[in-house]
């Protein structure tokens, strides 16, 4: 994170996780097509032939506060998912302020999410950071494709679990939206906590989570966008906190990864 109290502007970095082809690039993608004019930067992808990343996508967002002239600016990363780009991971991670994990719904590729979960969380240890103290928002991308995991399942995942967790359709854009919205609500949260961002900027982090919602074309209120979730549980901005809609969620409860791993605690892996 970045803060400028001169200009009233804040930059926060984040990322867009996964295993290869899970989605993350198609994320990008779809935000930047949604994006206003002023609201988007140029989207810089780096592709080979077959859709793999080769070293990482970058799509810078600008947000104006309503009132007055604050300024959100994001800079959304993703890294290549292919297992042997795991040093150009570590590189992109450092400065993170929050992850997204796009995790591939089809059930052949359980195994390559929860590897993802495990590089996420070793290649944040290694730079100094630990995966439990990272805002963290899952998507299960891919929903449109067969012989993908049950909505049972993943709710029942989810509602172990406390990161939010959404469901996607990447490529058609749906599902985009709200993880993108629900990881600027959580790390902003966590910034502001740490570094009293609002009061600094004079702004809340609502009418910032406004004015991005609207610049990229949101037609539900955030609270409901949010609210989308199927598990995990997280303090919305300009509420205590919102209720899960995916029945018991276990805020405290020990979290699981997208393959049902355990995470960080007592060093289980
Ligand atoms: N059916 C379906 N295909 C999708 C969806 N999202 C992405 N894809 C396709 O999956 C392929 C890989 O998507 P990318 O966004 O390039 O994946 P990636 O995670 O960036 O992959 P790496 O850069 O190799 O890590 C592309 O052909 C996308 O069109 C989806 O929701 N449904
Ligand atoms: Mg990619």
């Given at each position: 994170?970045?803060?400028?109290?001169?200009?009233?502007?804040?930059?926060?970095?984040?990322?867009?996780?996964?295993?290869?082809?899970?989605?993350?690039?198609?994320?990008?993608?779809?935000?930047?097509?949604?994006?206003?004019?002023?609201?988007?930067?140029r989207?810089?992808?780096?592709?080979?032939?077959?859709?793999?990343?080769?070293?990482?996508?970058?799509?810078?967002?600008?947000?104006?506060?309503?009132?007055?002239?604050?300024?959100?600016?994001?800079?959304?990363?993703?890294?290549?998912?292919?297992?042997?780009?795991?040093?150009?991971?570590?590189?992109?991670?450092?400065?993170?302020?929050?992850?997204?994990?796009?995790?591939?719904?089809?059930?052949?590729?359980?195994?390559?999410?929860?590897a993802?979960?495990?590089?996420?969380r070793?290649?944040?240890?290694?730079?100094?950071?630990?995966?439990?103290?990272?805002?963290?928002?899952?998507?299960?991308?891919?929903?449109?494709?067969?012989?993908?995991?049950?909505?049972?399942?993943?709710?029942?995942?989810?509602?172990?679990?406390?990161?939010?967790?959404?469901?996607?359709?990447?490529?058609?854009?749906?599902g985009?939206?709200?993880?993108?919205?629900?990881?600027?609500?959580?790390?902003?949260?966590?910034?502001?906590?740490?570094?009293?961002?609002?009061?600094?900027?004079?702004?809340?982090?609502?009418?910032?989570?406004?004015?991005?919602?609207?610049?990229?074309?949101?037609?539900?209120?955030?609270?409901?966008?949010?609210?989308?979730?199927?598990?995990?549980?997280?303090?919305?901005?300009?509420?205590?906190?919102?209720?899960s809609?995916?029945?018991?969620?276990?805020?405290?409860a020990?979290?699981?990864?997208?393959?049902?791993?355990?995470?960080?605690?007592?060093?289980?892996?």
């Open positions: 994170m970045q803060l400028d109290f001169a200009a009233r502007e804040v930059t926060m970095k984040l990322v867009y996780y996964g295993p290869a082809l899970s989605g993350k690039t198609t994320n990008l993608v779809a935000l930047h097509d949604r994006a206003g004019q002023q609201a988007r930067g989207l810089m992808t780096l592709e080979t032939k077959n859709d793999r990343t080769l070293f990482f996508d970058l799509l810078p967002l600008t947000f104006k506060s309503e009132t007055g002239d604050a300024k959100l600016r994001i800079k959304l990363f993703t890294v290549p998912g292919q297992p042997i780009h795991s040093s150009t991971r570590k590189l992109v991670l450092q400065g993170a302020d929050g992850v997204v994990l796009v995790a591939d719904s089809r059930v052949s590729e359980t195994e390559n999410n929860a993802s979960f495990i590089d996420l070793d290649n944040l240890r290694a730079n100094g950071s630990e995966i439990s103290k990272m805002p963290l928002v899952i998507q299960f991308n891919k929903r449109d494709l067969p012989e993908i995991r049950s909505d049972d399942e993943l709710a029942q995942m989810a509602a172990r679990g406390r990161e939010p967790v959404y469901k996607a359709i990447a490529r058609d854009g749906e985009v939206l709200e993880t993108f919205l629900a990881l600027l609500n959580l790390s902003w949260v966590t910034l502001d906590k740490r570094h009293d961002l609002s009061r600094k900027l004079k702004v809340s982090g609502m009418d910032l989570m406004k004015s991005a919602a609207q610049q990229l074309g949101a037609t539900a209120s955030i609270q409901e966008m949010l609210e989308r979730r199927i598990g995990g549980s997280f303090e919305a901005l300009g509420a205590a906190s919102v209720p809609s995916g029945g018991a969620s276990g805020r405290a020990a979290s699981s990864g997208p393959g049902g791993s355990p995470r960080s605690s007592g060093g289980a892996g």
